[in-house]
């Protein structure tokens, strides 16, 4: 079992900078993708960015030039800095990572999710 864990989701105010960070434990050989995914209220859960390991990045058009993914891939960390942040950035954030188990199983996982709201 590969478990996830957000954190330093929150109250920021519009035109501030808040960071995401996510850490992956468990029977993990290796993590091909991580990324970060939203869902706000009455939405569809929708792609934010996701990243390799070897650092190819995805990005949705919406927060393209506001919004930086990394990782760190010894640690199975990965980091979403988001600046200048909308209202309607307001969602319960979800991370997720692609990978590899030491068995050689593939998995897929996601985290419970951290709520960050934008207020304006």
Not at 93 to 103: D, I, Q, S
Request: proline letters at 2%; charged letters at 15%.
């Amino acid at each position: 079992q590969v478990r996830l864990v957000e954190s330093g989701g929150g109250l920021v105010q519009a035109g501030g900078s808040l960071r995401l960070s996510c850490a992956a434990s468990g029977s993990i050989f290796s993590i091909n993708v991580m990324g970060w995914y939203r869902q706000g209220p009455g939405k569809h859960r929708a792609l934010v960015a996701t990243m390799t390991s070897t650092g190819d990045t995805n990005y949705a058009d919406s927060v393209k030039g506001r919004f930086t993914i990394s990782r760190d891939v010894a640690k199975h960390t990965v980091y979403l800095q988001m600046n200048s942040p909308k209202p309607e950035d307001t969602a319960s954030y979800y991370c997720h990572a692609h990978g590899r188990t030491w068995n050689g199983a593939d998995f897929k996982s996601w985290g419970q999710g951290t709520q960050v709201t934008v207020s304006s």
